[in-house]
């Protein structure tokens, strides 16, 4: 059988090089680049133009699909957490501000509210005996004082359950040295109305608070 000449082989390359020629033909390609040395260089560069490209295409095409999946996944993660945080804080802030914000007045009681003198008159302390409250609101007027406590959700259910209550928290307030202080009452007025806004309307808030306390000299 005569050499097979490098034109035929040159002709036959491309199939080869794509896997299209059948066992006979591939054995005498082989056989011939075995032994030339430009052919066999020439089927190297050719599979590198026409096999290796499109192998380096599709795996550059899964390694940026894979990198675009993993950045979403890794983005809605981070949405996700986000969104579960901002969610728990929110119901958490939720909670809180209906156990502080509504607040209610602490009923007078004479078994619950009292009065103690200190210092031999000079100190007077009202205290609450149901322990801890949330709030307390006082004015001044000529010659009394009134005030009122306050509870809300946390102070009146919570709290109690978590602490132990001490004489301290009991206390609503403390009138010191005040020796124009010759009546003090307890009920509620109007929140937050300054004392010239209050000036003059003892006789009205007395119709609507109790008299807790007096003093000796000018009790009846």
């Known amino acids: 059988m005569s050499k097979i000449s490098c034109n035929v082989i040159g002709d036959l390359l491309p199939l080869y090089v794509d896997g ?3 066992e006979d033909t591939k054995k005498l390609v082989e ?5 030339c040395a430009d052919c066999k260089k020439a089927a190297e560069d050719m599979r590198k133009e026409l096999v290796l490209p499109v192998h380096e295409t599709v795996r550059a095409a899964e390694t940026s699909f894979l ?8 983005k809605r993660r981070i949405r996700t957490a986000v969104i579960s945080v901002a969610v728990t804080i929110g119901l958490v802030f939720g909670i809180y501000m209906a156990l502080i914000l509504p ?3 602490i009923p007078y009681d004479p078994n619950m509210i009292y009065v103690e003198e200190l210092d031999e008159g000079r100190c007077v302390m009202v205290s609450y005996a149901g322990g801890r409250h949330c709030s307390s609101y006082g004015y001044m007027g000529e010659d009394g004082y009134y005030l009122y406590a306050t509870h809300n959700l946390w102070t009146a259910y919570i709290e109690p359950l978590f602490y132990k209550t001490r004489p301290e928290d009991c206390q609503i307030t403390t009138i010191l040295d005040e020796e124009n202080v010759s009546k003090i009452y307890y009920g509620e007025f109007d929140k937050g109305l300054d004392g010239y806004s209050l000036y003059g309307q003892e006789d009205e ?16």
């Not at 056989?31 to 032994?35: K, N």
């Open 20 to 22: 299209a020629v059948s």
């Open 31 to 35: 056989e011939h680049l075995a032994e």
């Open 67 to 74: 990198q675009k999946m993993k950045k979403t996944w890794q």
């Open 103 to 105: 607040e209610w007045t």
């Open 205 to 220: 808030m007395q119709k609507q608070t109790h008299l807790i306390w007096t003093r000796d000299e000018v009790m009846p």
